[in-house]
């Protein structure tokens, strides 16, 4: 069940148990990162849900936070249905390529399949930031280039610091 709030005409926040989630738990990792989700197609707030439980019981990342959900219009390619965003800040003792690496293999055990640029899709997860790491190269760039520009991250982030 989730409580919405909604922002203006084109934006609706949902928190619920587990987006708004926050632990004080002390962690073994080093590298805190920051994960934007999100996904277009199906049932997403539904298997956002399954994707904390599947980062929960990884060896290789402790959830620390999750902020709530943002639904939002497409941007890029217009001609499809309305997002759901969150953010997931973990922790990790993986490199940021290691990282990439575990998170696009996350993504197809989730169903993702590339088609083209800002294409539908069941998930979508990004690496927004790494520890202060900045990292550009031909496979990854930290932070994300565009997340001053997007509302599927700024929104999120205030929503976790606040």
């Known amino acids: 069940m989730y409580l919405q709030r909604k ?14 989630y926050k632990t004080t738990q002390k962690t073994k990792f080093t590298h805190k990162v920051t994960v934007g989700i ?11 849900e399954h994707l904390f439980y599947f980062l929960k019981k990884s060896k290789k990342v402790e959830v620390l936070q999750t902020s709530s959900i943002l639904k939002n219009p497409p941007f890029g390619f217009r001609e499809q249905d309305d997002f759901f965003n ?21 993504e197809k055990k989730f169903g993702r399949k590339r088609s083209f640029a800002n294409a539908p899709r069941s ?5 927004i930031f790494f520890d202060n790491a900045n990292i550009n190269n031909k496979r990854l760039k930290v932070p994300h280039p ?16 606040r």
């Open 146 to 161: 565009h997340w001053r520009e997007r509302e599927s991250v700024l929104i999120p982030l205030m929503d976790l610091y």
């Open 86 to 106: 969150a953010l997931v800040v973990l922790k990790t003792g993986m490199t940021p390529m290691q990282m990439l690496k575990y998170l696009q293999m996350v």
């Open 123 to 127: 998930l979508d997860l990004d690496i």
């Open 7 to 20: 922002l203006n005409d084109k934006l609706v926040l949902y928190k619920g148990l587990r987006f708004g």
């Open 38 to 48: 999100g996904g277009n197609i199906g049932d997403v707030k539904r298997r956002f």
